[in-house]
């Protein structure tokens, strides 16, 4: 398969799960920085394939740019932040860029009518978390765990299964499993954490 735009986009477009798994295949076998710069061409072709009428499209979509996602922040890590740390010509800001622009995909997955769609950005957001913790950026999960609890309360139930898994998901990277739990039970949770001397 070529490594371009129109090619991604016709695998993701096909409804054929070979055809959208062998892209799914070809963009996380790439090297990082090709994968940066595919993600720069292609970030918006996943934002207007998402908005098809097909579920499993924009589930796939969800899929595609998790494994678009570059990762370029881990190469960072026992570095100073700094912009010289980053691989290639990339920047900070840049790399911080593609997880604004990945974090508000999700949260849109996350109110979409099809429990594919949300189960699948459930388990997306989870790398963005991750990433966040290894950069010791709290203000970032403490940021998405705000925007999810806002969303889990804004949800139906049918919906709120999945934001809550997705808000557990970040929760564990900010070492805060128990935050969406009734009071009561967290309450007693945390009791049971004191008593116990942990």
């Known amino acids: 398969m070529d490594h371009t735009r129109e090619a991604f986009a016709d695998a993701l477009s096909s409804g054929d ?14 090297e990082l920085e090709e994968r940066a710069a595919l993600f720069d061409e ?32 881990y190469r960072t890590v026992g570095s100073d932040l700094t912009d010289e740390a980053v691989p290639g010509e990339w920047t ?14 999700y949260v849109d997955a996350l109110r979409d009518d099809d429990g594919r769609v949300r ?3 459930a388990k997306a957001i989870k790398e963005l978390a991750l990433t966040a913790e290894m950069l010791e950026a709290e203000d970032q ?18 919906k709120r299964k999945h934001v809550e898994q997705a808000y557990e998901n970040v929760a564990f ?7 969406l739990l009734p009071d009561g039970l967290r309450d007693a949770l945390e009791g049971d954490e004191h008593s116990s001397g942990r």
């Open 17 to 30: 799960t070979e055809h959208v798994n062998r892209a799914m295949d070809e963009i996380e076998n790439t």
């Open 141 to 158: 999960l403490w940021s998405m765990m705000d925007e999810l609890e806002a969303l889990a309360e804004e949800c139906e139930d049918s």
């Open 92 to 105: 900070l800001d840049e790399i911080a860029t593609h997880r604004e622009r990945l974090r508000d995909l």
């Open 173 to 179: 990277h900010a070492e805060k499993p128990f935050s």
């Open 42 to 73: 292609c970030f918006e072709m996943c934002r207007d394939l998402y908005e098809a009428d097909d579920g499993y499209q924009r589930q796939s979509v969800i899929r595609f740019a998790a494994g678009l996602y570059p990762r370029l922040a």
């Open 119 to 121: 189960r699948a950005a």
